[in-house]
């Protein structure tokens, strides 16, 4: 099977400024590890996605491979063509979108602004103008195509950044959280255009970031799990939380505390944790991974030893978040 994306022990480092030396990531030397010996291979076809907190590494990654920034060692293929000798070459295959990113000019209509993008990449005119109209469509946006860019709400503006990234039809398209911010519906246009745009075309492929799980399990073929620089895990979001089908994931609310958290990991059979505070509603909400339902019992003598009374508990189904938060030590919206 052809391989998008193939990534060989990628490196990146930066240099730390002397008062900056304590970062996320491994340090090293006054060095930050962003990326360490990161190997993935992508098959052609495949959409696939890089999950990790922030300041994994994933924008690092994504960098790379669009050749934005140049790694430290290693060597990353993007569509059989190394990025580093040959930029310009895989430049014309792909293209990227970044959330929370602008693009354009104010003073243009999102109809003007796709146009001028379509132009920058010489596509035929006749082509530019029937997949803008595509785009304006499926993306629920031709009410807006008269519209001056500066007169968009955020998320619409987000919505074009986007669009703006699939004018040129790229054959690998990198999306670093495509849906940060987006509202319910708008990141629900977004999914299935990404969805369609891959379904019309087995040779796309997609690269997508994003902190939203639910997102991940839903789309994806397959995802990364990064942490500190290092690939953790790399399968299909099914296979990931069959991993965790022995153990048993248990939801449990208690009144807002936010002493002594942290020995609740240190409970027998309790394999991770993860704790949230829900200041608006009074609750601590914790999250308790266990090696067999059976532990469960510690649990509960040890809340009621600390004086914590539970407001319930719940089990659940092992989620692509339970399969992080066993793998990286905290959620995503981690406070531990
Ligand atoms: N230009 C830079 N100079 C110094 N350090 C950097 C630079 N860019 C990234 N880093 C560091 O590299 C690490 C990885 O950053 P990166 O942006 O790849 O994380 P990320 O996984 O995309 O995080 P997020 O989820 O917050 O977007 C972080 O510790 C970050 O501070
Ligand atoms: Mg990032």
């Known amino acids: 099977m052809n391989l998008a994306v193939e990534t060989f022990d990628l490196n990146r480092t930066f240099k730390l400024k002397k008062a900056k030396n304590k970062g996320e990531n491994g340090n090293n030397n006054g060095k930050l590890i962003a990326l ?11 959409l696939f996605g890089l999950l990790g907190p922030n300041g994994a590494g994933k924008t690092t990654l994504i960098k790379i491979l669009a050749t934005l920034l140049l790694p ?6 993007v569509d059989g063509i190394d990025v580093v000798k040959y930029p310009e070459k895989v430049r014309k295959k792909i293209n990227m979108v970044s959330g929370g990113e602008h693009c354009g000019y104010g003073i243009l209509t999102v109809r003007e602004t796709l146009w001028m993008f379509s132009q920058f990449y010489g596509i035929a005119t006749k082509v530019a103008h029937r997949r803008i109209d595509e785009l304006l469509k499926i993306l629920k946006m031709e009410e807006f195509a008269k519209t001056k860019i500066g007169k968009l709400s955020t998320g619409l503006r987000q919505k074009l950044n986007f669009m703006r990234g699939f004018v040129c039809d790229p054959k690998i398209m990198f999306l670093d959280e495509p849906t940060l911010g987006l509202d319910v519906q708008i990141a629900r246009d977004v999914r299935i255009y990404i969805r369609t745009w891959m379904k019309e075309n087995p040779e796309r492929t997609v690269l997508l970031t994003t902190h939203y799980m639910a997102e991940a399990d839903e789309l994806c073929d397959r995802v990364a799990i990064i942490d500190k620089g290092r690939v953790l895990v790399c399968d299909s979001p099914q296979n990931l939380k069959k991993s965790l089908a022995g153990e048993a994931v248990f939801y449990i609310e208690i009144p807002l505390s936010v002493n002594g958290m942290e020995k609740f990991g240190q409970i027998p ?7 949230e505070h829900k200041s608006h509603l009074g609750r ?5 991974i266990l090696e067999e339902e059976s ?8 809340l009621s030893g600390n004086g914590s009374k539970i ?13 992080f938060v066993a793998l990286v030590g905290r959620g995503l919206k981690n406070e531990n």
């Open 311 to 323: 407001i319930s508990l719940s089990k659940m189904e092992p989620s692509l978040e339970d399969v």
């Open 72 to 77: 430290t060692s290693g060597t990353g293929l």
């Open 295 to 302: 532990a469960i019992s510690n649990v509960t003598e040890s």
């Open 269 to 275: 059979g309790v394999k991770q944790f993860a704790y």
């Open 36 to 46: 360490e010996n990161a190997n993935i291979k992508i098959h052609q076809g495949e």
């Open 284 to 288: 601590t909400e914790l999250k308790f």
